[in-house]
């Protein structure tokens, strides 16, 4: 069982709070295991960083950024050291969620199935 550290706690839960409208769009799509029974949790600490999305059962972490993560060096450091942990990364645009959500979940459900086999 992970043991829940105060201050990721009290961060994630901020960040739960302040949402983008692309994460909270997403969230609606995912929660509640909506997306054909695959569970997701919102703003998951894993290791020393905190993912947007995870789906912990396929080792999935799903990102969705505005466009000040463009070609960002420290996006891919993190990217490597949740590779490490053993995680896929799949990151959308804030304006592919808002603008072509049933896309982006389909896109989803293709990862999900490619780690399943």
């Known amino acids: 069982m992970r043991s829940a550290q105060?201050?990721?706690?009290?961060r994630t839960r901020n960040l739960r709070?302040?949402?983008?409208?692309a994460e909270t769009k997403l969230w609606l799509a995912l929660r509640d295991r909506r997306l054909e029974g695959y569970k997701f949790v919102r703003q998951a600490a894993i290791g020393r960083y905190i993912v947007?999305?995870?789906?912990?059962?396929?080792?999935?972490?799903?990102?969705?950024?505005?466009?000040?993560?463009?070609?960002?060096?420290?996006d891919k450091l993190r990217d490597a050291a949740l590779a490490q942990?053993?995680?896929?990364?799949v990151r959308f645009w804030n304006n592919d969620v808002l603008g072509n959500l049933n896309g982006v979940l389909q896109t989803l459900l293709q990862e999900l199935k490619t780690r399943q086999s």
């Open 17 to 21: 709070r302040h949402s983008t409208d």
């Open 6 to 10: 105060p201050i990721t706690t009290a």
């Open 52 to 74: 947007d999305f995870v789906c912990r059962d396929q080792r999935l972490v799903v990102e969705v950024d505005g466009g000040q993560h463009n070609e960002s060096r420290t």
């Open 85 to 89: 942990e053993g995680y896929r990364i």
